[in-house]
């Protein structure tokens, strides 16, 4: 509390008036293609604290930096081939590497949870690759709002669970993908940490091998992946194929729905709209959601981790 919030335009002001709060070491929330994210300069200790604070955020789940571009990117983390092979492909864009930290790379031990590795992405969005030419400086951000809810896809939402925690807002408009990046670790073989914005089938291809999938029931690698997670406050059921009484009815595709994610039963359209149709169903009330089978390809994979997450029983 006790700071006002700016929002900040989508123009050369408003993006040198974040590069200029970030560079202080204020905390900034600015758009990217998959959702809102909270920055900080990840070389600062104080100002990575910021971001744990701002978000009640467990110290123990690291933060996602963010650089310009793969020669940025390769000046704090190591490389090796399948990293090379996926940012090549995939960079700029949603996808986040998990890599071996690199040597003197200056990063806040807050931002690795004092881990060996660092997680890295260079997004897409032209705002945000604007921010961090302007700022100079690897950015730490994790989604923009408060830990263990929905995250943001529009600078409205991110006001909504931060106004007062944090320094600024760049609005950008709604994020195009709305969903978090994908995760992949590079360690042995590389392994899917959390499914995203970019479909595992494309990343398989581009390795011409599948994703180790993350045990169930190992050691939590991504907090993210903390059972109950990004949770409206309504109840959910999923694979529904009616609605009980008392239900709202959140469609797939053609029916007889309340709702729909997407009426043409486009994967890429109802990832957009999920998160923002989740808050807008918590507003108008609803106290149980029945959604209906998304399929499980795709960006659908995704959708329907979020989905299971957002049903989970609350802590
Ligand atoms: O699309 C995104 O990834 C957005 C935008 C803002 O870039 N960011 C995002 O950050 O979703 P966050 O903090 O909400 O999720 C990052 C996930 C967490 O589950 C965290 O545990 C995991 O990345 N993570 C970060 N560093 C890690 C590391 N060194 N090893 C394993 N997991 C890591
Ligand atoms: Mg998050």
Not at 17 to 23: N, S, V, Y
Not at 195 to 207: D, K, M, Q, V, Y
Not at 242 to 251: H, I
Request: contains cysteine; aromatic residues 4%; glycine residues 10%.
């Amino acid at each position: 509390m006790g700071v006002e919030t700016e929002i900040l335009r989508a123009d050369g002001t408003g993006v040198a008036r974040a590069a200029a709060l970030l560079r202080a070491g204020s905390c900034v929330a600015f758009p990217t293609e998959t959702v809102y994210g909270l920055g900080a300069r990840a070389d600062d200790p104080t100002a990575v604290a910021g971001i744990f604070e701002a978000k009640a955020r467990p110290a123990f789940n690291p933060l996602i930096v963010h650089v310009v571009s793969l020669e940025a990117a390769a000046a704090i983390a190591q490389f090796p081939p399948e990293a090379e092979r996926l940012a090549a492909a995939f960079w700029p864009g949603p996808l986040t590497l998990v890599l071996p930290l690199g040597a003197d790379a200056g990063i806040a031990e807050a931002v690795t949870a004092d881990k060996p590795t660092l997680a890295l992405r260079v997004p897409e969005n032209a705002l945000a690759r604007q921010l961090l030419q302007e700022v100079g400086l690897p950015i730490a951000a994790p989604s923009a709002n408060p830990s263990g809810r929905v995250s943001p896809t529009t600078a409205a939402h991110v006001i909504e669970g931060l106004s007062g925690r944090i320094a600024a807002v760049l609005d950008g408009g709604p994020c195009a993908v709305g969903l978090e990046s994908t995760i992949v670790g590079i360690a042995d073989t590389p392994k899917l940490l959390r499914p995203g914005g970019l479909p595992t089938e494309a990343i398989e291809a581009c390795l011409g091998q599948p994703l180790a999938m993350r045990s169930s029931g190992g050691s939590i690698t991504a907090p993210g992946q903390l059972a109950s997670h990004y949770a409206p406050r309504a109840t959910l059921r999923l694979n529904a194929k009616t609605a009980r009484p008392g239900e709202v009815f959140l469609g797939f595709g053609p029916g007889d729905f309340d709702e729909n994610l997407s009426q043409a039963g486009d994967l890429p359209e109802a990832a957009a709209r999920l998160f923002a149709m989740l808050r807008a169903l918590d507003e108008n009330g609803a106290e149980a959601i029945a959604v209906s089978p998304i399929p499980d390809h795709g960006l659908g994979r995704a959708i329907n981790d979020r989905l299971r997450r957002a049903a989970a029983p609350r802590p």
